[in-house]
């Protein structure tokens, strides 16, 4: 069990792509998108992962987060509970500095998307922002998987 400290920011251009590091395969879905409690079913290639996140602190940086990997056939079993809408996106890893950024580009009813998130060891913790860095959207709901799920990007 975790606090997970992150901030998420659109994506301006695609120019992350040639300073990523590792690219890998996300398909998600929820059992349940419960504002107060999440839990996501991910596969990421081919390891399955079951995820509960709690509520977000107000400015939307702080929450609670349990992970345990899952085996594949488990994960893809669970997809058959989730909730309407299935997300699917690549997920690229960057460095900047002494921090990762995940940088996901979404597929599917999202597609065109792009969303940055870079985890801190404290809320105000200072880091470096890339060029294709753009507006910040933390706390701001619709930019959730868990939303992005039932409201996604292209009915917007």
Not at 105 to 124: C, K, P, Q, T, W
């Amino acid at each position: 069990m975790t606090t997970e400290i992150e901030r998420k920011f659109l994506v301006k251009s695609t120019d992350f792509k040639q300073e990523a590091f590792q690219k890998n395969y996300i398909k998600q879905g929820f059992l349940n998108s419960n504002k107060e409690r999440v839990v996501r079913v991910r596969l990421k290639d081919d390891t399955g992962f079951l995820t509960i996140k709690g509520a977000s602190n107000a400015n939307g940086t702080t929450r609670f987060e349990w992970e345990k990997e899952i085996d594949k056939n488990e994960a893809e079993s669970l997809f058959n509970l989730c909730e309407k809408g299935i997300i699917e996106k690549y997920r690229y890893l960057v460095n900047i500095d002494n921090h990762t950024f995940e940088v996901d580009e979404f597929l599917g009813d999202n597609n065109g998307l792009l969303i940055a998130e870079v985890e801190l060891e404290d809320e105000n913790e200072h880091f470096s922002k890339p060029e294709w860095l753009g507006e910040e959207v933390t706390g701001i709901a619709k930019y959730y998987n868990s939303n992005l799920s039932k409201l996604p990007y292209n009915k917007w």
